[in-house]
């Protein structure tokens, strides 16, 4: 019994989630705070929908509370004309100097997603030449996709955000599936046509290769990583190497699944697992010192690292350097050779050649400043590197030829010899005192004179105690702070009030409204006061599409009720316009005005939907479900016959439109 509970509590300890991967859970709710959206099936449509989340969250998530960053930039691209986007650019700069790619590796529920995908147990594909070039292929989609063609297709006046609608998995995922499995969107089904085809097609492809391949997407296709990528050398929070201490063995690279050529460039997502694995502890988080210790990473312990470097003027024939146990202390030494050499003539003037002297230096508790410690004789003892200082947890090992291949090659420290004590063979190797006058030397059975950090309980595990008790409590303001904005958003987003939808079915009476009309003038039309009221227009076929601006099918398709309206002059055609989101300077009614007179329409009647909140009241009262344009046909008693969801051709308007005549 006792076996089997000690086995259950190392699996559980085994499986723990790291902090990186809590921290990605975390972030995926809070974008997806709308619970509620989930069951209605409705987008939310709120105020916190202007604001851009860092990650990449589709839109038309139901669960979404923030617009994504990059179909922002698409939009505004396409529907900013000869002005910039300043906005939604300057977001994505503020985002990428603050967390660079940190973003990809901790916030970015897509990156998530890949990661769980990954762990699935099959033969994975290593990272290669092949794969190194292929992650450039995510740049031509940001030049050709993300700014090409919404530009292209914004300067007719169509707005086309391309990777959105050609590419983007998450759209298609989070957006797409989300809707079309709620039972409150069957409808939809039938707006399915070959560009959704194509869509979840390239997301079944993505999400296999995402099973043989480490972030697949993120490393291929993410724009949005692209654009991160430039601020990733310049980012306030992200992973760094420390060039004194890096000894280019490469271990960081081989180990990053990335497709990295070092450390923070533009592929590195800034996840951390590279500390752990450097030798000489060279690589650190920059910006993180508040609530991370310099090496830290998942709970991870500060190794002391020992180098070793040639005395001043001096040259070294071999590097030696080792990465020992934690130790409580930081501590510096000087070691040269302790006696005189062979061919050291009486007055103390050398002969012939001589050994390097060597500068040691560990680097200990990060916070703790180095503290120095008598002199070390190495040469004439025949210590190795590892042998130093016994008592400070630093392994000890035979000759020189015995070093460890992990110690040698590491690089030189620029410590001079001025520190050095110099003696000759026979002098007793001087002594300093620390903590009152202790002393901190000790002999070996070599006769080499070692030296030891204080004892535990001293002042070292006092000032490494006093050092975890702030940051300890600062952990615990900052997590309890991130659970109460997890559940006030959850909350909050609940307590949304919804626009209560009447059930609108084929056969049911269209409920009465009022809106406002554009007015023809001689110059194009304008916002008025004058009013449609469809009860009205009883006895009369009424045709009432639901359109937007900024939605491409919406202006495609109105040509059609153009000539349906000259067509068949009998039949009342309105287009009711939603929210704009393009006032470029001007008020949203002036906005819409300069459009309709722009596109030259004539015939149709254009009126102004009652916009709160971002919802637009008519719509949804007549069953609209963020899907545009939405059609419906009344016959003359006011009854619905015919509901569309999607754009319509010329040939189905008019043949459902006629039938009622």
């Not at 190392?10 to 709308?34: C, D, E, G, M, S």
């Not at 809707?179 to 399915?192: E, G, H, S």
């Not at 460039?265 to 030798?279: K, L, T, Y």
């Not at 008020?587 to 596109?599: D, F, L, Q, R």
Request: charged content about 20%.
């Amino acid at each position: 019994m006792k076996s089997a509970f000690l086995k259950f509590s190392n699996w559980i300890k085994n499986h723990l989630p790291t902090k990186r991967r809590l921290i990605q859970v975390y972030a995926a709710l809070l974008f997806n705070a709308n619970l509620k959206g989930y069951i209605s099936g409705r987008i939310y449509t709120g105020k916190t929908k202007y604001a851009c989340v860092p990650g990449m969250n589709c839109y038309s998530c139901p669960g979404a509370v923030g617009s994504c960053p990059l179909g922002s930039l698409q939009n505004a691209l396409a529907s900013s004309g000869n002005t910039a986007p300043y906005y939604v650019i300057g977001i994505l700069a503020l985002f990428g100097l603050i967390l660079g790619r940190t973003i990809c590796g901790y916030l970015c529920p897509v990156g998530l997603g890949q990661e769980l995908l990954y762990k699935l147990h099959t033969p994975k594909l290593k990272k290669n030449k092949f794969t190194r070039i292929l992650s450039y292929l995510k740049y031509v989609l940001l030049i050709g996709f993300v700014i090409i063609i919404p530009i292209l297709y914004g300067q007719q006046g169509i707005a086309v955000p391309g990777f959105c609608k050609y590419v983007c998995p998450a759209g298609t995922f989070g957006g797409g599936l989300g809707l079309l499995l709620n039972p409150n969107n069957q409808d939809y089904l039938d707006m399915l046509g070959p560009i959704f085809t194509w869509k979840f097609s390239l997301l079944m492809v993505i999400m296999a290769a995402c099973v043989f391949c480490y972030r697949a997407f993120c490393r291929f296709l993410c724009p949005l990583g692209a654009i991160y990528g430039f601020f990733n050398r310049f980012a306030f929070i992200g992973v760094h190497v420390d060039d004194d201490n890096c000894t280019d063995c490469g271990m960081c690279v081989s180990h990053c699944k990335m497709d990295i050529k070092h450390v923070g460039d533009h592929e590195c997502i800034n996840c951390g697992e590279c500390i752990s694995v450097c030798p000489t502890k060279a690589i650190s988080w920059k910006g993180g010192k508040l609530f991370l210790r310099r090496n830290e990473v998942d709970g991870g312990t500060e190794q002391p690292v020992l180098k070793l470097s040639p005395a001043k003027n001096e040259n070294a024939s071999d590097n030696m350097s080792a990465t020992p146990a934690a130790d409580s202390s930081a501590i510096t030494a000087i070691s040269e050779a302790d006696g005189k050499m062979q061919g050291e003539t009486a007055d103390g003037k050398m002969q012939g050649d001589t050994s390097a002297r060597f500068t040691v230096k560990i680097d200990g508790y990060a916070g703790l400043n180095p503290m120095p410690v008598p002199t070390l004789a190495l040469e004439s003892a025949g210590i190795s590197a590892p042998a130093l200082a016994p008592d400070t947890g630093i392994p000890s090992g035979g000759s020189d030829d015995e070093t460890p291949k992990n110690v040698q090659n590491a690089a030189f420290s620029d410590k001079s010899e001025d520190n050095a004590a110099k003696s000759d063979k026979k002098s007793e190797p001087a002594k300093k005192t620390a903590n009152g006058g202790e002393d901190l030397t000790k002999s070996d059975k070599s006769g080499a004179t070692a030296t030891s950090a204080p004892s535990s309980g001293g002042g070292v595990a006092k000032l490494k105690a006093a050092a975890r008790t702030p940051k300890f409590w600062m952990q615990c303001t900052a997590i309890l702070l991130a659970l109460a904005l997890l559940v006030g958003a959850f909350v909050y987003f609940g307590l949304q009030p919804e626009v209560a939808a009447i059930k609108i079915e084929i056969g049911a009476p269209c409920p009465d409204f009022s809106l406002n009309l554009y007015k023809k003038t001689a110059d194009g039309y304008e916002y008025s006061e004058d009013k449609f009221v469809l009860s009205e227009h009883k006895g009369e076929v009424v045709i009432i599409n639901f359109w937007a601006t900024w939605c491409g099918p919406c202006v495609a398709e109105l040509p059609s009720f153009e000539q349906l309206k000259k067509n068949y002059p009998d039949i009342v055609v309105v287009a009711i316009h939603g929210e704009c989101t393009d006032p470029k300077g001007l008020s949203p009614e002036e906005c819409v005005a300069n459009k309709i007179t722009e596109e030259k329409w004539q015939y149709v009647s254009f009126a102004q939907d009652i916009v709160e909140n971002r919802n637009c009241l008519t719509y949804q009262l007549l069953g609209g479900k963020d899907a545009w344009p939405m059609t419906l046909i009344l016959d003359k008693e006011g009854t619905i016959s015919f509901i569309r969801q999607g754009s319509l051709t010329y040939e189905t308007l008019k043949a459902e439109a006629t039938k009622l005549l």
